[in-house]
């Protein structure tokens, strides 16, 4: 279980600090805002795998991605 995800510079988020629920989270915004990236953030915390090259995942003008969870 996550209770802390931290992202910064992944895909088309800059920076996001999420404490989830014990029971229900929801994720919603419009296209763009970073929903299927902060999913595919999810995945690299319990999987360390990603579909791409890394390179495919830093945002636009940035040298790395970071992603703490605990």
Do not use: C, H
């Not at 014990?22 to 995945?43: F, P, R, T, V, Y």
């Not at 690299?44 to 991605?65: M, P």
């Amino acid at each position: 279980m996550i209770t802390y995800l931290y992202v910064k510079d992944f895909r088309n988020i800059s920076e996001i600090e999420i404490e989830p629920s014990k029971k229900i989270n929801l994720i919603q915004g419009g296209n763009g805002q970073g929903k299927s990236s902060l999913l595919q953030a999810i995945k690299y915390v319990f999987t360390d795998e990603l579909d791409d090259k890394i390179s495919e995942y830093v945002r636009w003008g940035k040298d790395k991605f970071i992603i703490n969870n605990w």
